[in-house]
């Protein structure tokens, strides 16, 4: 009985030996991972580009101020400067021998001096009815009897241009609307008319009707 119980705890033992030597090789403790750390990093902005080099300034030369230098005496003298003599102008205001009063310089000697006569104004153009008031004189023209004979029962109509001096005479007539062989006669008796003096010439156009019966 004993070496039963003996044997039994012996077998005991050695089974429990064995499970623990059994368990250490199946049973592994959980490694614990080490704990991990997350560290965020903010990156930095990039630097601002460098500022651009300034501008050369130009170089300029500092004006150089020249001392005025007083002089230390005063001179007791002052020699004004010579003026140019000019030539003196010869005088022909006196004339020559046996020229006359009022002639021209450098003109022939004996020689009478002639006016220079301004231009007459050009004639101004009026119409009939404005000179007509200043009328003096004059007779009313006439046919010859020679027209009159060949325009028996008609009527001939002429015209014609009358210029006047400044002094109120006709200085001229000239036909606008000519009436064949009596021109010349109406001509004659319109330049024995005569008017008041004028400031300027004037011409004007005179017309005329001539009823012959």
């Not at 033992?13 to 991972?33: D, G, N, T």
Request: with cysteine; proline share 15%; hydrophobic share 35%.
């Amino acid at each position: 009985i004993l070496y039963i119980a003996f044997l039994a705890s012996t077998v005991l033992e050695a089974s429990l030996i064995l499970f623990f030597i059994i368990y250490s090789f199946i049973h592994v403790e959980e490694v614990q991972p080490p704990p991990l750390t997350v560290t965020f990093i903010s990156s930095t902005p990039p630097p601002p580009p460098p500022p651009p080099p300034p501008a050369a300034k130009k170089k300029t030369n500092p004006k150089v101020v020249k001392p005025v230098v007083q002089p230390n005496t005063v001179p007791t003298t002052i020699t004004q400067p010579k003026e140019k003599e000019e030539p003196e102008e010869k005088n022909d205001s006196e004339g020559v021998e046996g020229g006359v009063e009022g002639g021209v310089p450098g003109g022939v000697v004996g020689s009478v001096p002639t006016e220079v006569k301004a231009p007459p104004p050009k004639p101004k153009n009026v119409p009939a009815f404005a000179i007509k008031k200043d009328k003096l004189g004059g007779e009313m023209p006439h046919l010859p009897e020679v027209i009159k004979s060949q325009r028996r029962g008609s009527t001939v109509t002429g015209s014609y241009k009358i210029c006047i001096d400044q002094s109120g005479r006709v200085s001229s007539v000239t036909p606008v609307g000519s009436v064949p062989g009596a021109d010349e006669a109406i001509i004659g008796t319109l330049r024995g008319w005569t008017y008041k003096p004028q400031a300027v010439p004037v011409c004007f156009i005179e017309n005329f009707q001539f009823v012959v019966e």
